[in-house]
């Protein structure tokens, strides 16, 4: 029914170290992003979590996933209730990914923030909900 959309741009890291805080029982690992060079690094992360390998990959990953040019884009569509029908969208919820179907193509989002509005319209109740989708555009569709 509606759209908005708010960019930005952050740099395209491909390489991330990060530590643990823990003396004797954190490690250290530079990330790199598959296929890619590994010569560009985003800054430094540390935690006490990271106390194994398999934890700094992990933070690694997020923050190198985090990079190029990306979008919220704020959807306001109709929200039908249970049994749905072709066509008809159910309820959205943060974490959900998202399909999108858009006259320029299909891309998906990452649903961050959901919230239901209601008012009367022509003796009528209309429900819809309002979602906020994370769009990345250079490492997605």
Known sequence: MTESVQMRSAPLYDAVVVTGELAGKGVTAKVRKGGEAG???A????????????AASERGRNILSDRGEQALIEL???????????????????LDLVQVLAAEGTWHGLCTASRIEVRAEDAALVVEQIITLERHYTDAD
């Open 43 to 54: 800054p430094q992360a540390s935690s006490p979590l990271i106390n194994t390998a398999a």
């Open 76 to 94: 306001s569509l109709p929200l039908f209730p249970l049994p749905l029908r072709s066509g008809e969208v159910g309820r959205i919820l943060p």
């Open 39 to 41: 010569q560009l690094f």
